[in-house]
Each structure stands twice: as C-alpha cells, then as structure tokens.
C-alpha cells in the first residue's frame, strides 16, 4: 500500500485494512519523540524551580545575613571570562498581600485611619454574549437582581507602599502578620555599566 499524503496516512489507520509496518513505526518514533519531550520539559521545570528557591534563599537570606554580619552595602564583581561585571547592593525589601481572611487586616486600617486604602471588588459572572446585560449591570446592579461577590481589599502594590512609608518616614511599624506583610532585606544584582 503506498501513501503519498497525510490524508491517506489517515485514512489507512481508520480504515480495517492494517497499517503498513513502516509507516506503523513512524508513527511510534513519532509518539515516543512526544512523550520523550514531555518528559524532559518536566524535568526542566523542576529543575527551574530547585534553581529559582536556591536564587531565592542567597537572595534573601544568606547574602543579606553576610552583608549585615561585615556591615556591607554593596560589593562587586569583576567581569570574568565572558560572564559581565555586576554589583551587588542589599537593600530594604517590603512586601504586602493581605490574607485571604483579611478582616483583622482590614478592621486595623480602618481603626488607625487608613481606610481609604480599602476598596470593594465585586465579581460578577455574566456569560460572553451579554454585552447589554453588562452595560446595565454598571449602572444598576441591584436593581437586575444578579448574584456577585463583594470582596473588601486593599491592592497589594498600595499596600507594601504604606508598609514602606510607614516604616521608613514614620518610623512605625504596623502588625505585619495581619497584614500579610514580609519586610527584610535583599540583595539585588545590578550589571555594571
């Protein structure tokens, strides 16, 4: 049997006839090529993310520890072979994202004159072909008796701005683990110019 197209390829593998032997392994060195890749993407992934926590941990913790121990701002290094000059430079690192049960968090921003921060997100499920529904629902929600979701939060980029603000001008620091907040040290790398 001889195949000349996809089409026939096709067409002979749903067809009762059987498939010729050599296009039969064709298709298996083409199967085995698939889950060959799938298999190593995986193990990419995997290994990108051992090398991302190791990155993460010399990164913010163990280079900030050393700098702070040798009271070290910034260090450099030398290009090297074809690898480039960089500096080192710890600095503050702040970082808020409100708990999923945020309310403590809330209720605290609100009570020490912060809530103007807060901001009501609702959520609204509409199917894709409603484009008046929607136009309607801007302006009357209530009124169109649909289900949403009202959530009260405070977006995180706002709030590690105010965790920043508030520790580095003001010189307080709020409850951090109400407010979801890590605030440290890190050590960035910049390429030297």
Do not use: C
Not at 141 to 158: M, Q, R, S
Not at 159 to 171: D, G, N, P, V
């Amino acid at each position: 049997m001889k195949l000349d197209s996809k089409s026939d390829l096709l067409k002979a593998i749903k067809s009762s006839d059987s498939t010729p032997a050599d296009k039969l392994k064709q298709i298996r060195d083409m199967a085995r090529a698939m889950r060959d890749l799938s298999l190593e993407i995986a193990d990419l992934k995997e290994q990108t993310d051992q090398k991302q926590k190791l990155f993460t941990k010399l990164s913010m913790t163990d280079l900030p520890e050393l700098f702070s121990e040798h009271h070290l701002k910034s260090i450099g290094l030398d290009a090297e072979g074809n690898l480039p000059a960089y500096d080192m430079v710890a600095q503050p690192y702040y970082k808020a994202v409100l708990p999923e049960e945020s309310d403590p968090g809330l209720r605290w921003l609100e009570e020490n004159g912060h809530g103007d921060m807060i901001k009501r997100v609702y959520t609204v499920k509409l199917q894709m072909d409603s484009q008046e529904e929607a136009q309607s629902l801007r302006s009357f929600l209530e009124e169109h008796d649909l289900a949403f979701e009202e959530k009260e939060t405070v977006p995180w980029a706002t709030l590690t701005a105010f965790i920043k603000e508030q520790i580095e001008k003001r010189r307080a620091t709020p409850p951090l683990d109400i407010l979801g907040a890590i605030v440290g040290r890190v050590v960035k790398m910049k390429p030297r110019r």
